[in-house]
């Protein structure tokens, strides 16, 4: 995912203090009756950091767990949360495999008072682990993430065991949207292998650790990330709170994938799959509507005339193609295409690469190349292109339809990207092109990007 200057504001130390008497204590649920006075300092501070509504909802979810777990009766004198009672309230939302990496974050939390026995997960420990989760800073997350992908306690883990991790978290994401019925829309039987896609996005957002020179990551490296990379965070966010049960009146769930309009999936088989909308959708600007397929070579055949006036006039519109060589790649346009010999669009455009790698590339600022639709001109170049200048795109589609180039070496001018294609000259093998914006507002301006990081932060 990529990263946001304002991250960081996203992170900041709420005022914490351990005495009960700021508190309403004519309240029902002010937290000194709520904890008895008996917990230790750790979890009386991060227990204020949720709203006086929310802490009777926390503090229930130790015993819902125990009950939907082992079956105990409430009242029953079991204090200890087990990894089997946790896989078995979680099952069905979360694959067994994040289901551990969660318990291992849970085990490291040290809530200043004594170890449960037996190797259990105490309500102190569950406490201060959701805190934390939902209200903590990249500081006290990175502990959490480290014990989730070393899963031994260390104090550094390599790369790979980071990626795992993330292929994990990734993976939970995805079936806890599913499970829970909020793909807006989408069809994953009707789209590209999701699988494979879960590996790409792990290995995009693992790409962004700034390893020691010994090649490890310690805690301090973890914490680096977490601020660099949002989608980490706000993944964990949704895997706890769907998972455990968790639900606070301030926070309301987030939606992590675009709404899907109308579509024919019947007969569409779409080059999209769920990580790529995971990765995608926060890099739209402001005020993205529902996704809608405007044009497949699956359903519209193989024409460049058909293919421009089906984009022609439609508001922001996405690109996406693979070549003869598997390669995928595309490009969101800001604005609707419009043919003319003249570049079009603006800084908000970018191109992107999805296999053998996911990446996004944004404006550079060298020139402003950004978008170019030309057909049926004879001193002109004639096609669909993006990035780089007339014969040197960083994406172009000839309007003899089937060929395409990707001259971009070393970089695009305009995108800074690769070389996309498996062969700068390559041969087209399908392309689709979704509408992600209103056409009613293309043409006006729009202010810039908005992605669910930053609504996260004026939701908090």
């Known amino acids: ?18 005495k009960c008497e700021q508190f309403n204590n004519n309240s029902k649920f002010s937290l000194c009756r709520a904890m008895g006075n008996t917990e230790s300092a750790v979890v009386q501070k991060r227990m204020i950091r949720f709203r006086p509504e929310e802490r009777p909802v926390v503090e229930r979810v130790f015993d819902h767990l125990l009950e939907a777990g082992s079956g105990r009766a409430p009242g029953s004198s079991e204090k200890v949360l087990t990894l089997d009672a946790l896989k078995v309230s979680v099952a069905g939302v979360v694959p067994e495999p994040m289901a551990v990496r969660l318990f291992q974050a849970m085990q490291s939390v040290d809530p200043g008072g004594t170890a449960p026995p037996g190797g259990g ?39 790979n065991q980071v990626r795992e991790f ?94 899907c309009g109308p579509a024919p999936w019947a007969e569409l088989r779409s080059l999209l799959h769920l ?117 040197y795109f960083g994406l172009w589609l000839d309007s003899e339809f089937g060929r395409g180039h990707s001259r971009a070496r070393p970089r695009c001018t305009t995108y800074g990207s690769p070389q996309l294609s498996g062969q700068e000259d390559f041969t087209l093998e399908t392309v689709e092109v979704w509408g992600v914006g209103d056409p009613q507002r293309s043409s006006r301006p729009r202010a810039s990007g908005v992605c669910w990081t930053q609504i996260l932060r004026l939701r908090r």
């Not at 301090?220 to 049960?245: H, I, P």
């Open 1 to 18: 995912m990529g990263s946001h200057s304002d991250f960081r504001k996203w992170y900041v130390y709420l005022r914490r203090t351990s």
């Open 121 to 159: 997960v105490s309500r102190e420990q569950l406490l201060v682990f959701l805190a934390d989760v939902f209200h903590g800073t990249a500081e006290e997350r990175a502990p959490l993430v480290m014990a989730m992908a070393s899963g031994e306690g260390g104090a550094t883990v390599t790369a």
């Open 166 to 259: 993330v292929e994990d978290l990734v993976s939970a994401v995805i079936q806890t949207l599913t499970s829970r019925g909020r793909l807006q829309g989408w069809r994953p039987d009707r789209m590209e292998d999701g699988e494979q896609g879960v590996k790409l996005l792990a290995e995009q957002m693992s790409s962004e650790l700034k390893l020691t020179d010994q090649q490890a990551c310690d805690v301090g490296c973890l914490e680096d990330w977490l601020f660099r990379v949002s989608g980490v965070a706000l993944y964990l966010e949704l895997v706890t709170g769907e998972g455990l049960g968790v639900r606070l009146p301030s926070q309301p769930p987030l939606p992590l994938l675009p709404a």
């Open 275 to 391: 990580p790529l909308l995971l990765f995608l959708y926060p890099q739209l600007p402001a005020h993205s509507a529902p996704w809608r397929p405007l044009f497949s070579t699956r359903l519209h055949g193989e024409s460049f005339s058909r293919l421009v006036s089906c984009c022609v006039r439609r508001g922001p519109t996405l690109l996406l193609l693979r070549d003869a060589d598997g390669h995928r790649f595309g490009g969101f346009a800001s604005h609707s295409w419009d043919t003319k010999p003249q570049f079009q669009g603006d800084s908000r455009c970018f191109l992107f690469s999805v296999f053998p790698t996911m990446r996004v590339y944004t404006y550079t600022g060298y020139n402003e190349h950004y978008m170019y639709l030309n057909h049926g001109q004879q001193t002109m170049p004639n096609g669909l292109g993006m990035g780089g200048q007339h014969e």
